[in-house]
């Protein structure tokens, strides 16, 4: 059930209804019943999957809190990480064998349909989350029914925000309707929506073509269309989440925010504080924090970077185009961190600024070959056509005009616009950013696309 699409309209306007009328204790389970109801949309048998997981862990939590062995994390871990690895390495690379004729097994092609269960890259993260927060006696007790609505949440399930159990707990039984979220919750929606119907798949109508037979095309056309599908990620990726964040809001939860402003950032470890934060933090805070954090010496801090933005190019997908993807955004930290140290915003002059800016977004675009080639013989080919003098173009007005809205987006996110300047006028702003998004959806032409992220 995609976000931009009446189905998610109509489920939604139900659930907001039935919702807000009804009694304030039986509003969690309002909440369990549609967010069961949005992953069984999808599929009832990994449905079941699903909660079997979720009940699975939960069990682990439950033995921690009594016992404080450390053998029930170790084992809850490892159980998660184990459903993770089968469904997105093992499966996979088993349905490349079947597919290619190299094994035959009945059971591997009948799953060929589903071969990645929904979120389940998200999902597999907060849980392990919780249960190590559990070990490190971050609470006390976990009831079961809070410990599956904070898992299965239908705003965030599918492609986050990966929460924290202290982002949503205390908010359950306090959820309340008031004009301040609801304003929030219908910009986050305005916002969402001119992010992926407006920009995001717009422009890769204009960039798909490039990338399918880069040969057809200039060499400038070619940069500008690894230029145009970094702009669709982001623009993608962060529209799922102010939709996310929207509909919460509408149901008086605030989530957290996931993507502020990184195209501005002016360090990798700046943009790395304003990209996918949430997947960001998770990886700082149970992986890089225990493999010593920033207080190593300069060669082990480079390993430690290394490994930990390989496995999170891993978590993406399956293949070693991510890997390569998490290894080289690792190789810019490294770097950033062995030529010039800490790199903070407040301490440099606008010249330091400028040449940081620049050196983010090339070394962004070379990384996003990596994450949208699916192999070698892809990227060698996209990057040979770099050398193309004549060709077809794609540097015209409605490209340029999609590329500057995200730029001018992320520069009024950056502002704080919305927070701080135009909230005396949000009650004027809101019916007109409406009707300008119902009008230009009404004159584009508006295909529904699933989101990027939607397939890790």
């Known amino acids: 059930m995609l976000f931009n699409s009446i189905d998610y309209f109509v489920f939604f306007l139900f659930c907001y209804a039935i919702y807000w009328l009804a009694p304030g204790k039986i509003r969690k389970y309002i909440l369990i019943c549609f967010s069961l109801l949005f992953y069984g949309y999808w599929s009832i048998s990994f449905l079941f999957h699903f909660l079997s997981i979720i009940v699975v862990t939960h069990l682990f939590v439950q033995a921690i809190l009594k016992t404080n062995k450390k053998v029930f994390l170790a084992i809850g871990i490892i159980l998660n990480l184990l459903n993770l690895c089968f469904f997105k390495y093992i499966l996979t690379y088993l349905q490349y064998l079947t597919k290619e004729g190299d094994i035959s097994i009945s059971w591997v092609q009948s799953l060929s349909e589903f071969a990645l269960p929904l979120a389940i890259s998200f999902y597999t993260f907060q849980m392990i989350a919780y249960l190590v927060d559990a070990w490190r006696g971050k609470f006390q007790e976990s009831p079961f029914l809070n ?38 919750g219908i910009l986050h929606l305005l916002s969402g929506i001119i992010k992926k119907v407006l920009i995001a798949d717009q422009i890769a109508r204009i960039i798909n073509p490039v990338w399918q037979q880069p040969e057809l095309y200039d060499g400038f056309s070619i940069f500008l269309a690894v230029v145009g599908f970094s702009v669709q990620v982001y623009s993608d990726f962060s529209g799922y989440t102010d939709l996310a964040r929207g509909s919460a809001f509408l149901l008086g939860y605030e989530i957290p925010e996931n993507f502020h402003s990184p195209f501005l950032s002016v360090s990798f470890s700046e943009l790395w504080t304003r990209w996918h934060i949430t997947l960001s933090t998770w990886i700082r805070d149970y992986m890089y924090i225990p493999l010593g954090g920033n207080r190593v010496s300069q060669t082990r801090f480079i390993i430690n970077t290394l490994i930990v933005m390989s496995l999170g190019g891993l978590w993406h997908g399956n293949t070693y185009t991510y890997f390569l993807w998490g290894l080289t955004h690792g190789i810019w930290l490294s770097l950033e961190r062995f030529f010039i140290g800490k790199c903070d915003r407040s301490q440099m002059n606008n010249f330091r ?28 080919k996209y990057v040979s056509a770099f050398s193309n003098l004549k060709g077809n173009i794609i540097y015209k007005a409605d490209f340029w005009t999609l590329v500057i809205s995200c730029y001018l987006i992320q520069w009024i996110e950056f502002k704080k616009y919305f927070s701080e300047q135009l909230k005396s006028y949000t009650f004027y702003l809101i019916p007109a950013l409406s009707a300008i998004v119902y009008f230009a959806m009404v004159k584009i032409e508006n295909p529904i696309e699933t989101f990027i992220y939607f397939q890790f």
């Open 353 to 380: 600024k400028v040449v940081g800016f620049i050196y983010v977004f090339i070394g962004w675009q070379i990384a996003t070959i990596f994450f949208r080639a699916e192999n070698f013989e892809k990227i060698s």
């Open 147 to 184: 410990f599956l609505l904070f898992i299965m949440f239908f705003p965030q399930l599918i492609a986050g925000p990966i929460m924290r159990h202290d982002d949503f707990y205390g908010q359950i039984q306090n959820s309340r309707l008031n004009w301040d979220y609801v304003q929030r």
